[in-house]
C-alpha cells in the first residue's frame, strides 16, 4: 500500500558537541530521499525544517548538561510536527540532526499512539543504548538520553511530560555495542530487549529482529524505527561522530529494511547523527537514503547499479 511520508527536517546540533549534524536534512534532499521515495510509489510531501520556538529558561542540577534549553525547544518543535504529519495519515520522516531530535520525535509519535489508542512500540538501531539521564550523564550530551525518557525514566523535569511513556518490554535496542556502566546497571532492571553485536553474531541478524516483529503484530502496534548512522560499521558509513567498529554491513542493514517493510509494522521513521561535514562525497548521506528505499520496498534485484558518489 503506497504511504504518504512526510519529510520533516530536525537540523538539531544542541543534543552533542562535534558540529556538523545540522546539516543533515539538506543532505538527505541533495542525496534525493525525495525523488527516491516517490520513485517506489509512495507520496511524499517535504514539510521544510523544524525550528526553534522562543527558549524558555531551564536548569539542570547536573553541570555537565550543556544546550539544555535548545534541547527542551527542539523537542517541543518536534513533537508537534510529527504529531500533526501522523494525524493528517502521514507517515513521518525526521531527518536529522543528532539523536536527541528522537526525544521530540518520538513524543509526538507517543502522543498520536496514545489518541488513536493504540500501542507503540520502539527499535533503535543504534551503536548506543541512549539510555542516560540528564541527571547521569558524564559527558553532559543529550543525545544519549533518549530512550530514557521515552521509557519514562526520571530526570527530566525540565522537559515536558512524555506522553504515553512506553513500557520496556516495548522496546528493541538493536545492534548496540557501547553502553557506559551507569546505562548498563539501570538497563538491568529493565525488560527492554537487548541485542547487542554478541546476540547478533551468535543467533543471527533475522531471528531476533522478527521475534520484535511478532510482538509488534501480536498487539497491533505501532512501530517507530530510529535509525543511527552509527548502527552501521563506520567502514560503509563515515559521516558520524560517534563511529565504534563491528557495527553492521552493507548488507545486514539493508536485510533489515527489507524485513521491516515486509513485515508492514513501520509507521514512523528517524535518520539520526548523519554529519555531512565527515562524509566521503556524499557516500553516507545516500546509503542511508538507498536504506530508506528498502524499508519502502525497494528489492535487491530492482537495486540500480551506480558508480561511487
Request: proline share 7%; charged share 20%.
Amino acid at each position: 500500500m503506497p504511504l504518504n511520508c512526510h519529510l520533516i527536517g530536525a537540523p538539531v546540533d544542541s543534543g552533542q558537541k562535534r558540529p556538523g549534524c545540522l546539516m543533515g536534512p539538506a543532505a538527505y534532499r541533495t542525496a534525493g530521499l525525495a525523488r527516491t521515495i516517490r520513485e517506489l510509489g509512495h507520496g511524499c510531501t517535504d514539510r521544510g525544517d523544524a525550528t526553534l520556538p522562543a527558549l524558555r529558561e531551564v536548569t539542570s542540577p547536573n553541570p555537565a548538561v550543556h544546550s539544555l534549553a535548545e534541547t527542551v525547544g527542539w523537542t517541543e518543535a518536534l513533537a508537534a510536527m510529527g504529531q500533526a504529519a501522523l494525524a493528517e495519515g502521514g507517515f513521518p520522516i525526521f531527518m536529522g540532526g543528532d539523536h536527541s531530535l528522537s526525544l521530540g520525535s518520538v513524543a509526538g509519535v507517543a502522543a498520536h499512539a496514545h489518541a488513536v489508542g493504540r500501542p507503540l512500540f520502539l527499535l533503535w538501531l543504534d551503536a548506543h543504548s541512549d539510555f542516560h539521564t540528564p541527571l547521569t550523564t558524564t559527558s553532559g550530551n543529550l543525545h544519549g538520553t533518549p530512550v530514557a525518557y521515552i521509557s519514562g525514566r526520571e530526570g527530566f523535569e525540565a522537559f515536558p511530560p512524555f506522553p504515553a511513556p512506553i513500557p520496556t518490554e516495548r522496546i528493541s535496542l538493536y545492534g548496540i555495542r557501547s553502553v557506559d556502566p551507569a546505562e548498563h546497571a539501570a538497563l538491568q532492571k529493565t525488560e527492554i530487549d537487548i541485542n547487542d553485536m554478541r546476540v547478533l553474531d551468535e543467533f543471527g541478524i533475522v531471528a531476533p529482529l522478527r521475534e520484535f516483529l511478532d510482538a509488534v503484530q501480536a498487539a497491533d502496534g505501532m512501530l517507530h524505527v530510529s535509525l543511527d548512522v552509527d548502527f552501521l560499521d563506520p567502514s560503509v558509513a563515515p559521516a558520524v561522530g560517534t563511529t565504534v567498529p563491528g557495527g553492521a554491513t552493507f548488507r545486514e542493514a539493508h536485510l533489515v529494511m527489507e524485513l521491516l517493510h515486509e513485515s508492514g509494522l513501520v509507521t514512523s521513521l528517524d535518520l539520526v547523527e548523519l554529519n555531512p561535514f565527515l562524509d566521503e562525497r556524499g557516500r553516507t548521506a545516500v546509503l542511508m537514503v538507498e536504506l530508506v528505499a528498502s524499508l519502502l520496498g525497494r528489492k535487491v534485484f530492482d537495486r540500480p547499479t551506480r558508480g561511487f558518489v
